[in-house]
């Protein structure tokens, strides 16, 4: 490959340019690709967290009457776990931008073409309706073009890549849902801590599915294709 800083041509088996000493693309994809999975394994312990302290809120509203039920401090306490919910997503957009990155320079880097050219990696989640199922069709093709797989192996990735697409979806609808939850009585209380635990453990399986796609498809991008 062309070094980006001289232009001479870098052996897949070194890291640095002969010529001038300059990091080569896979080493910088892969600092990327370690920045991202950490940054998603951080979304999942956020999100896990989230989910279990829901679990132990919902433990006690189970042991709660009617009549000891207080509204006002079930709000209070649920407005503790939308404020979670706001810095996930804030953090969810961050870590969006590095994947995004991640893959632009994955796709740059496979084994065999990929169908979609390079663009989609970004206009693909930009297509009104065709972002619900084209994302995942990309991500599954950089993963598959990136090695030689076997049939039984490619219906692996693909349940991997479905597992982590269902449960991205799951989760952007269970958020959005989770803020306008009321708690006016205890059944209302209950079902809006059902709804955050549920978005919670979503957005914690997406998070650690992704993790599983970016260290893969890193993984195998770095090695070095046999001659």
């Known amino acids: 490959m062309p070094c980006g800083l001289c232009g001479d041509i870098i052996p897949l088996e070194v ?18 690709g370690i920045g991202l999975f950490m940054l998603l394994g951080f979304n999942a312990f956020l999100a896990m967290g989230s989910s279990v302290s829901l679990l132990r809120l919902s433990s006690e509203l189970a042991r709660t009457t009617a009549l000891s039920y207080d509204p006002e401090s ?7 776990y939308r404020d979670v919910f706001v810095v996930s997503l804030c953090l969810a957009v961050v870590t969006s931008v590095l994947f995004l990155a991640w893959l632009w320079q994955a796709h740059g880097q496979t084994l065999r073409p990929v169908r979609q050219r390079r663009w989609w990696t970004v206009g693909a989640w930009l297509v009104p309706v065709g972002n619900l199922w084209l994302p995942p069709r990309l991500v599954l093709d950089v993963w598959v073009a990136s090695a030689r797989y076997t049939l039984p192996q490619r219906h692996a990735v693909t349940l991997v890549v479905t597992a ?11 958020a959005q849902l989770f803020p306008s939850m009321r708690t006016g009585s205890l059944g209302d209380a209950v079902f809006a801590v059902q709804i955050g635990t549920a978005a919670a453990a979503t957005i914690g399986l997406a998070a650690t599915l992704a993790m599983a796609v970016v260290f893969h498809v890193t993984l195998l991008q770095l090695r070095v294709p046999p001659a």
């Open 15 to 32: 890291v640095r340019c002969p010529a001038c000493g300059a990091w080569s693309r896979r080493r910088d994809f892969r600092a990327l």
């Open 74 to 80: 079930a709000s209070v306490t649920l407005q503790g």
């Open 164 to 174: 982590w697409w269902s449960n991205l979806l799951a989760a952007v609808g269970l």
